[in-house]
């Protein structure tokens, strides 16, 4: 039976399995919506916990939940002795938590996870519990949500990818459970529990759609030879023409079940890897449709719309080589290449805001801001990530480049000075830090200093652009002021 959108259920009494009668908390949910809009989160929060309250089973109040408690975090930006402090102040709810676990109060436990996570809403212990404690009380739904937010904030977070893949699986949910253990292999390759699932959700799909209607010997034949397809499409495609026959045979996967965003997906990433991003864009944008909340077709998308621009740019490059006394076509590919550019600091935003935590995108969005010009904003950002040590270099030679930008020559020198402590001359990174370096010392005359960082690189590739007639001159420089 279905339910009017604008119903809520409500269990009465302490058992998880009671009958359940209707309150409609349309009017509840609307005014959280609203407290949320003009930023007044403390009080969006507790709108949406009374309606959880009231129905721990509604999915809609608990996402709007996550999220509030989410972007009030963020607005507060809490250093690490607030986020410890919290932590702390909310440890009783923790022991309460597991204290009325122990004894399956599970809605109680559910709601003291609650208040704890008021206080540390990204604690990836709080929700993995929470979602653990939902699951006992047989809220599938709700931990489902629970562990996706996990996910969203902690993409690389391998046991929750794991997890969720599973539940999916057990719910029949082959699309989902696909996608899951197709995240758990990009991060780990060599997963063999992922690989076997993959092929297994594969076949299961084949023999949910033939076997159970077929009667005729011949319906099963036909069934079995679409299940080999499938198996076949799991395959790597190494070449165009591997690639051709797997589209080939997806197309006929797709013409008896239109309807399995899955298949539209691994159709666009077929038609990628053969360079069809326009075909590959209408086939993500048609898995988008049949699945809207799935962010990594979304992701698929903007990135065959990101390679399309590419391959248009260099096609407008190479015309415009070959005429090179015709400026509508160097105009053309200034144009794309703006276009290009607009299209993806906004796709890098968007991933920032749903993965936070990533420093790869951070330091990306950092550079395409440099490159934009836009000096205060790509700043912002490589001071985020410069607290990554695995970003630490690059991202405080970037610092010295905005800070050079606008004018800040001593605070450019002090960053370059200390990307240079940890950068390998031998390597191109190395050679340009020092090269930077250099050229500030140069410009407010300290000409040994420059003289000193000009050396590094002399000593190693005399040839590096112009550093022999920089050496020459800094060393003639240092010696007149004598």
């Keep these: 039976m279905l339910?009017?959108?604008?119903?809520?259920?409500?269990y009465v009494g302490g058992s998880n399995r009671a009958m359940p009668r209707f309150v409609d908390t349309s009017r509840i949910l609307q005014r959280a919506d609203e407290a949320v809009q003009k930023g007044n989160y403390d009080y969006a929060i507790e709108l949406f916990l009374d309606a959880l309250?009231?129905?721990p089973d509604d999915v809609k109040a608990r996402i709007g939940l996550r999220s509030a408690e989410k972007s009030k975090f963020e607005r507060a930006k809490a250093g690490a002795g607030a986020a410890i402090k919290a932590a702390i102040l909310g440890s009783p709810n923790l022991l309460a938590a597991w204290i009325d676990t122990l004894f399956?109060?599970?809605?109680?436990?559910?709601?003291?996870?609650e208040q704890y996570l008021k206080r540390c809403p990204l604690s990836a212990f709080a929700l993995t519990s929470l979602a653990g404690v939902l699951e006992r009380a047989g809220r599938e739904e709700p931990a489902i949500v629970t562990l996706e937010f996990l996910r969203q904030n902690k993409p690389k977070d391998l046991p929750t990818i794991r997890r969720l893949a599973r539940i999916y699986a057990r719910r029949n949910d082959i699309a989902r459970a696909t996608q899951r253990y197709r995240m758990i292999l990009q991060l780990s390759p060599h997963d063999e529990e992922a690989s076997k699932q993959i092929h297994n959700l594969a076949a299961t799909e084949s023999?949910?759609?033939?076997?159970?209607t077929t009667d005729t010997f011949q319906e099963k034949i036909r069934d079995k030879e679409k299940a080999v397809r499938l198996e076949q499409s799991q395959r790597i495609v190494r070449t165009a023409d591997e690639a051709a026959d797997a589209i080939t045979r997806l197309k006929q996967d797709l013409e008896q079940a239109p309807d399995k965003p899955v298949l539209w997906a691994e159709l666009g990433d077929?038609?990628?890897?053969?360079?069809?991003?326009?075909?590959?864009?209408?086939?993500?944008?048609?898995?988008?449709e049949l699945d809207p909340l799935n962010q990594l077709y979304l992701q698929k998308l903007m990135d065959a719309q990101l390679q399309e621009y590419d391959a248009e740019i260099e096609d407008a490059v190479a015309a415009a080589a070959a005429a090179p006394n015709d400026p509508s076509l160097k105009d053309k590919t200034a144009r794309l290449k703006a276009k290009r550019l607009e299209f993806w600091v906004s796709e890098l935003k968007r991933r920032v805001e749903e993965r936070p935590t990533e420093t790869a995108i951070r330091f990306?969005?950092?550079?395409?801001?440099?490159?934009?010009?836009?000096?205060?904003?790509?700043t912002a950002e490589f001071q985020r990530v410069v607290r990554d040590h695995k970003y630490k270099l690059q991202a405080t030679t970037m610092l010295g480049k905005c800070?050079?930008?606008?004018g800040l020559d001593e605070l450019a020198i002090e960053q370059f000075e200390k990307a240079l402590l940890e950068a390998n001359i031998m390597e191109d990174s190395g050679r340009e830090t020092a090269y930077e370096l250099g050229t500030l010392y140069e410009k407010v005359g300290n000409y040994a200093a420059a003289e000193n960082a000009y050396k590094k690189i002399f000593e190693t590739d005399i040839g590096y652009r112009d550093i022999a007639e920089k050496m020459e001159r800094v060393y003639k420089m240092r010696r007149s002021q004598k």
């Design 3 to 10: 339910w009017p959108l604008n119903l809520i259920r409500v």
């Design 53 to 55: 309250r009231t129905n």
């Design 104 to 113: 399956k109060k599970y809605d109680a436990a559910v709601m003291h996870y």
């Design 207 to 212: 023999i949910q759609e033939g076997w159970e």
């Design 270 to 288: 077929l038609e990628k890897r053969r360079a069809g991003y326009k075909a590959a864009i209408d086939a993500y944008t048609k898995a988008l």
């Design 364 to 378: 990306e969005l950092g550079q395409v801001y440099f490159e934009m010009g836009k000096i205060n904003e790509a």
């Design 403 to 406: 800070f050079a930008k606008k």
